[in-house]
Nanobody, 116 residues
Framework: QVQLVESGGGLVQSGGSLRLSCAAS????????MNWHRQAPGREREVIAG????????NYADSVRGRFTISRDNVKKVIYLQMNSLRPDDTGTYYC?????????WGQGTRVTVSS
């Protein structure tokens, strides 16, 4: 079955960096676009970054553009989110997501806390 496992979250000071990873299994990874979502405390989950199946195309929410970079390794079946210049409002749980022909799937999330 489809499994997505995020890692790399933690506590970081404002201005710092983190790199999140999402290891995928159970589907043909190289065929599907992948996304990162974020859910801040008390707010709805929002999509913040996406990468095409090949990795050639990316898109970002305005709130993270220029600070975050999404990438993927189709051999390792992993996507990454490099997060730089972190701010307290980046605090939240980060989820990777894929929509395949059999449905939409989510990981369990990894928690990021940015202190001021």
């Amino acid at each position: 079955q489809v499994q997505l496992v995020e890692s790399g979250g933690g506590l970081v000071q404002s201005g710092g960096s983190l790199r999140l990873s999402c290891a995928a299994s159970g589907f043909t990874f190289s065929r599907y676009a992948m996304n990162w979502h974020r859910q801040a405390p008390g707010r709805e989950r929002e999509v913040i970054a996406g990468v095409t199946a090949s990795g050639a195309g990316t898109n970002y929410a305005d709130s993270v553009r220029g600070r975050f970079t999404i990438s993927r390794d189709n051999v390792k079946k992993v996507i990454y989110l490099q997060m730089n210049s972190l701010r307290p409002d980046d605090t939240g749980t980060y989820y990777c997501n894929v929509v395949t022909t059999t449905g939409a799937y989510w990981g369990q999330g990894t928690r990021v806390t940015v202190s001021s």
